[in-house]
């Protein structure tokens, strides 16, 4: 008798241990908020905007335009399988770190570093950007050499500075885990087996739902204005002015045009000159061009610009400041974007710019950073689960990014 309920306690055991784990990878089947699931089974973003015709809506840089063109119709389970994907540190060639090492939910999915650091534990070129509202660009990378997410994530996974993995190594890691193989079957019944088209494709879809509209700007530009102060509403106002010419470039509502623009930051000390898009297009015209970034959450993101030269936000805007090709190297000649100007702002308005631009956070998606992966390392790298864990303990922080393991 003794023996049997033994038994009995041990089996009970393992299946409620199987159980759990198993119910831990099982993918989401509804879409992430602010997406609806239509017939078809997929998800479609519905924002206020899409109920905004012009582009040009109130006047250049006016408040009710029209987003563009957009990325979305993936299934539940693509976005969920893309989720843990790019948490999990098993797609780095030694299992160090994750996309999300770079690119942090509670650092506006950037890294607060003003160079990105690899599994060499060397600087990058550049500054790792935000991912808030990628589904709408066209283009990826500051000098804009990937036209596609899928295209795009090739760069970090098999770059030996960054993730230093290859396409063969990712596939047979990922096809010799049992977790992966049921959850990838569960994103595309279709396929007989892991491929890397679904890899990138998954963490596409994951990071189209990293959405960012709703902003205390956002209820402004619906028409609700007590959202902004009035020195909110001024700090727009010089923003969008033809002085100041920000929102010529950076665009409402995304805050960027999607173009490329050549404006002539400086490189940090000792820093080589950074040819940026000419590197892509071939063309003179772009040396030294850069995407033209969202604001959006631009006061998480820090540090900024391709170099992450500047820490502040003031700085930033000193720099516009300061004149046309104020910090362009001699032995340089740039051809300068003709918005470009010397707006000769005041202190003060610079200032309204620089608390207009904290208007622009909205975390509100910030997806749940899973509890586990199913390599079993730990989501994201240790040094950032220790700052997150950290924070939980020394502050009552409601940061919704490190607040969130539900799963
Ligand atoms: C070592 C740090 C690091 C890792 C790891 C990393 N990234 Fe990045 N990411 C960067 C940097 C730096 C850039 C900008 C590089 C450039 O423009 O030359 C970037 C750019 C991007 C962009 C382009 C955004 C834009 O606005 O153009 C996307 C999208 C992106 N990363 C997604 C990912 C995904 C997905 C992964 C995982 C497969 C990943 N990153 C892993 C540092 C990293
Ligand atoms: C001609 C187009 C253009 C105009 C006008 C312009 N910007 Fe920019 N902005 C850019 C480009 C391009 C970059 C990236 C440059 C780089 O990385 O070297 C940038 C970068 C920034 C960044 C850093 C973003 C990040 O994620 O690192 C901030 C902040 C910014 N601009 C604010 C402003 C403000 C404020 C104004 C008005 C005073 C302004 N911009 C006017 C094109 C423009």
Not at 5 to 18: K, M, R, W
Not at 70 to 80: A, C, K, L, S, W
Not at 143 to 168: H, I, S, V, Y
Not at 244 to 254: D, G, M, S, V
């Amino acid at each position: 008798m003794k023996v049997l309920s033994f038994l009995l306690l041990f089996f009970a055991g393992v299946s409620l241990t199987a159980e759990t784990k198993s119910e831990s990878f099982v993918l989401k089947d509804n879409c992430p908020p602010s997406f609806e699931l239509t017939k078809q089974g997929i998800c479609r973003l519905v924002t206020q905007y899409q109920f905004y015709t012009s582009v040009q809506g109130r006047g250049l840089g006016g408040t009710r335009t029209a987003l563009p063109p957009h990325r979305d119709g993936f299934t539940p389970e693509q976005i969920d399988l893309g989720r843990y994907l790019f948490f999990d540190p098993v797609l780095s060639k030694d299992g160090t770190i994750s996309c999300a090492s770079c690119h942090q939910p509670d650092k506006g999915f950037s890294d607060a570093r003003d160079r990105s650091i690899g599994i060499t534990g060397k600087k990058v070129a550049r500054s790792a950007p935000t991912l808030w509202n990628v589904a709408f660009l066209d283009k990826f990378f500051w000098d804009a050499r990937a036209a596609t997410l899928e295209q795009q994530a090739q760069g970090p996974l098999f770059d030996a500075m960054e993730m230093g993995n290859t396409p063969e190594q990712l596939l047979a890691t990922l096809r010799n885990n049992p977790d992966y193989q049921v959850m990838f079957a569960q994103a595309y019944p279709k396929a007989s087996d892991i491929e890397l088209g679904m890899v990138y494709r998954a963490l596409a879809a994951f990071q189209t739902s990293l959405i960012s509209l709703n902003s205390r700007y956002d209820r402004y530009a619906h028409g609700y204005h007590q959202a902004l102060s009035q020195r909110e509403i001024a700090g727009l106002n010089v923003f969008r002015s033809f002085v100041a010419r920000c929102a010529e470039c950076h665009q409402p509502p995304l805050f960027t045009n999607n173009q490329i623009a050549v404006i002539g930051t400086p490189e940090p000390e000792g820093r080589p000159f950074d040819m940026g898009a000419e590197n892509t297009y071939h063309v003179s015209q772009l040396k030294g061009g850069f995407k033209v970034p969202t604001l959006r959450n631009i006061v998480k993101s820090a540090p900024y610009m391709h170099s992450g030269r500047y820490n502040k936000l003031i700085d930033t805007v000193k720099f516009y400041n300061d004149g046309r090709g104020n910090a362009v190297p001699e032995d340089q000649e740039l051809l300068l974007h003709w918005h470009i100007a010397e707006p000769n702002l005041t202190d003060e308005e610079m200032q309204l710019i620089v608390e207009f631009l904290a208007t622009l956070t909205d975390e509100s998606l910030t997806p749940q950073i899973p509890k586990h992966v199913p390599s079993g390392l730990a989501p994201i790298d240790q040094a950032y689960q220790q700052s997150i864990n950290n924070k939980q303990i020394t502050t009552n922080d409601n940061n919704k990014a490190t607040e969130q393991h539900g799963d």
